[in-house]
């Protein structure tokens, strides 16, 4: 078959003004709300939407005592690749650049704005923590923690200002280099990604978000991780980020991918180029 110059034009046209092709930083973990690296174990009445999975290990203790949604994944190919998911979303999350050092501060009190925030060691949250998003979408904020990540009892982590899409793209993510323990009846929110292991002592919830330990073991104790039983249009604090076409983690429609906009410039480049040469050659 034949390629003519208007249909090679058109074809270039097309391919300038779709979109970028973007996924969600969790990729396939994205099905899940409860991922352990060793074994999964639980004490008590739980509540938990989505899929439970462990991988490379692939026991699970007192699931009898768990209601859930979603569908159990011990060892298989599907929480395999969520693992592999996981840890490329945990090593780009650690890759950002940091907005502010918050070593040696508590977490409780605090009010802050989109961005990423950094912990040598480890990191305490006493009280309240309060996310605004200022009313934009996409909003996201990053937490890279060098060691734990640990609540005191009753704390908790509100998003406030969450824009015209009510928090449906807006992202949270905690990136712990070892173990995270909240504590009794905190009331949490985002994706904890746990280099180790993550312990959600007893009454504590996630009320939007994950949590996803890459070695150890994840331990609940009568815990509530909801977020299905949300509206269906209200996310799960997976977005505001991407990869970009070199693999980084970067803000959703961040300059280092092509906007329509621009790739439509270089299209209608390209088919002037192309209609240059072919005048040349007719004269010729």
């Known amino acids: 078959m034949r390629i003519t110059y208007l249909t090679l034009v058109s074809l270039v046209a097309f391919s300038a003004l779709a979109p970028p092709a973007t996924a969600g930083i969790l990729e396939s973990a994205e099905s899940f709300t409860v991922l352990g690296g060793s074994t999964v174990s639980n004490t008590g009445p739980t509540l938990i939407t989505r899929n439970v999975g462990v991988s490379p290990g692939s026991k699970m203790t007192g699931t009898g005592s768990i209601t859930l949604t979603g569908t159990y994944h011990a060892s298989d190919l599907v929480a395999a690749q969520a693992q592999n998911d996981v840890t490329k979303a945990y090593n780009g999350l650690q890759a950002m650049t940091s907005n502010q050092n918050l070593t040696g501060q508590d977490l409780g009190g605090l009010t802050l704005t989109s ?11 006493t009280g309240v923590l309060t996310l605004d998003a200022q009313g934009n979408n996409n909003a996201f904020w990053v937490f890279q923690i060098g060691s734990t990540l640990t609540t005191a009892s009753d704390s908790s982590v509100k998003l406030i200002n ?24 905190t009331a949490f929110e985002g994706n904890i990604l746990a280099l180790a292991s993550i312990t959600l002592n007893t009454g504590a919830t996630i009320e939007i978000g994950r949590v996803l330990a890459e070695t150890g073991a994840v331990t609940m104790d009568s815990n509530t991780l909801p977020q299905a039983s949300l509206p269906p249009d209200y996310g799960t604090l997976s977005g505001g980020l991407m990869y970009d076409s070199q693999g980084n983690v970067v803000p959703t429609g961040s300059s280092s991918v092509p906007e329509p906009g621009s790739l439509a410039l270089l299209a209608t480049g390209m088919a002037g180029l192309i209609l240059s040469r072919r005048k040349w050659y007719a004269s010729a």
């Open 162 to 185: 969450v824009g015209s899409h009510g928090g449906t793209d807006n992202g949270l993510f905690w990136q712990v280099g070892s173990s995270a323990t909240l504590g009794t009846t």
């Open 115 to 125: 961005g990423v925030y950094s912990f040598a060691s480890s990191a305490q949250l």
